[in-house]
């Protein structure tokens, strides 16, 4: 345990070669620029769901609170995507069919899909972590985890279970990033902060995030975390729009647009 705070929380061929598909080009214009505090702020509070989702497994006491304050109503970033729209859609009515008689047997098959997906016996069938797509036969910890362990630690950041759980699984880089977000919102001069999101999304997420996908798309049975699938791939996708990086569903890549 250290003394730091801790990080708020396709197949075989997408896998292969997922680390190459980002092009290296220019910075992008939103880097240089100073953004608006309130979008940053929707994109902390936006990137801390997608964590959340991914790390915590629902209970009765979360459903219950998604149903009454329609959480997935909307989202505060990125819902003109089309991954995000139907990644709403698809929790929304999953949502709208539980009743306060069926919430703890839609908790244990909640809970039961995400150990399937994320976690697993042997090999989780959506793995969350870098290194499964980015190495072939790599262990969980990897060069990957190391050097997301050194971003994290320089912005005074360490696990508070440090070698339970990769430091490169998903949940946990999207809420650092979440995190980073956030001080950049309430810094004057946010530029060194952008850029640590910047490097860090295309180093670490970008190349593997669409094989994450489809795996989810492929495993998940319930609405719900079709939905996850959805949501998550789509918030990225408008964070990397945001920095300049478009999504190619076609050829399943991320590609920075020049000039």
Known sequence: MTDTPTIPADN?????????????????????????????????VSLAMAARLIQIEPDTQWLAQAQDQALFDEAPFG?????????????REYLSDLTPETLEEAEGDLKREWLRLFVGLGTPQAPVWESFYTKA????????????RAVYRSYGLALDKQGSEPDDSLGIMLGFLSHVAGLAA??????????????????????????????????????????VGNLVFGTVCALAEAFGITYHDKERRFVRRRG
């Not at 075989?12 to 070669?17: H, K, N, P």
């Not at 819902?79 to 929790?91: K, P, Y």
């Not at 036969?137 to 997301?148: C, D, M």
């Open 12 to 44: 075989s061929t997408a896998r292969a070669g997922a680390a190459a598909n980002i092009h290296s080009t220019p910075a992008a214009l939103g880097v240089s620029s100073t953004p608006d505090r309130q979008l940053l702020q929707e994109i902390q």
């Open 79 to 91: 819902e003109d995507n089309a991954f995000v729209q139907t990644g709403l859609a698809q929790m």
């Open 186 to 227: 309430q810094h004057p001069e946010p530029k060194a902060h952008l850029e640590v999101m910047d490097g860090f999304l295309t180093g670490h997420i970008l190349p593997w995030l669409p094989a994450w996908h489809y795996e989810m798309g492929k495993h998940a049975s319930t609405g719900y975390f079709q939905g």
């Open 137 to 148: 036969n790599s262990p969980i910890f990897s060069q990957a985890t190391l050097e997301v």
